[in-house]
């Protein structure tokens, strides 16, 4: 399956910083990424669909200024959460689609964001 | 009612025996078919993807799909204690454009 890295593994920032999340895949081109969130004994929950080259999906309720999101290059997709607000505090995990037409998702080990 | 449910356990199994652990999805469009496994603290990996009603084995691992039921299971055999984790149930919809939804998961617990 498909290599996800994610960077950072971890941060705590203070409240109305904005702080950016990397998303690499590792070992081949992902035309498209996705950005989740996961709250504590929660689901994952579909924030984004990120999309190389042009502008990314944003589910119903997620708040696309404030959760602003580049996929730049075929390997690279950022979330940058602007503003962050303790609220904001979660799981954030992003996922690859692997190979041509799969639909298998891997996912990238995730940053868990502490907003203080 | 939610697209797709699980019952979120505690399933607590003795070692060496085999686990069970059930998912219902509603929508009968739905093509794609995983089951992802998440430690406490990770995220998740795909363990069983199924795409055609019956079984589908994996080592100790067997995913059971019945789309006329709209039910999807995963069996884990000689249970050991590195499977406590939660397992979490994915459906995806037909269309290239669906995306993948996930259960809230089962907690899965085996104890020596």
């Known amino acids: 399956g498909a290599v996800v890295s994610q960077h950072p593994s971890w941060v705590i920032c203070k409240s109305g910083t904005s702080v950016k999340i990397e998303c690499r895949s590792l070992?081949?081109?992902?035309?498209?990424m996705f950005w989740y969130r996961q709250f504590p004994k929660q689901s994952l929950m579909l924030m984004a669909t990120s999309n190389e080259g042009s502008k990314a999906t944003y589910e119903q309720g997620v708040e696309k200024d404030k959760f602003l999101i580049n996929h730049a290059s075929l390997t690279l997709s950022t979330l940058t959460v602007t503003s962050a607000h303790p609220e904001d505090s979660s799981f954030y995990i992003c996922?690859?689609?692997w190979g041509l037409g799969s639909n298998e998702q891997f996912f990238g080990p995730g940053t868990r964001l502490t907003v203080l | 009612q939610k697209e797709v449910e699980q019952n979120s356990g505690p399933l607590s199994v003795p070692e060496g025996a085999i686990a069970s652990l059930n998912c219902t999805y509603s929508d009968r469009g739905s093509q794609s078919f995983f089951w992802y496994r998440q430690y406490s603290g990770k995220s998740p990996e795909l363990i069983m993807s199924i795409y055609s009603n019956g079984d589908k084995e994996d080592g100790r691992f067997t995913a059971q799909l019945n789309k006329a039921s709209q039910y999807v299971s995963l069996l884990i055999r000689d249970s050991q204690p590195s499977d406590s984790a939660t397992y979490l149930c994915?459906?995806?919809?037909?269309?290239?454009?669906?995306?993948?939804?996930f259960g809230s998961g089962t907690r899965l617990s085996i104890r020596p």
């Open positions: 996922s690859v689609n």
């Open positions: 070992d081949f081109q992902a035309t498209t």
């Open positions: 994915a459906v995806k919809g037909y269309s290239s454009a669906s995306k993948i939804i």
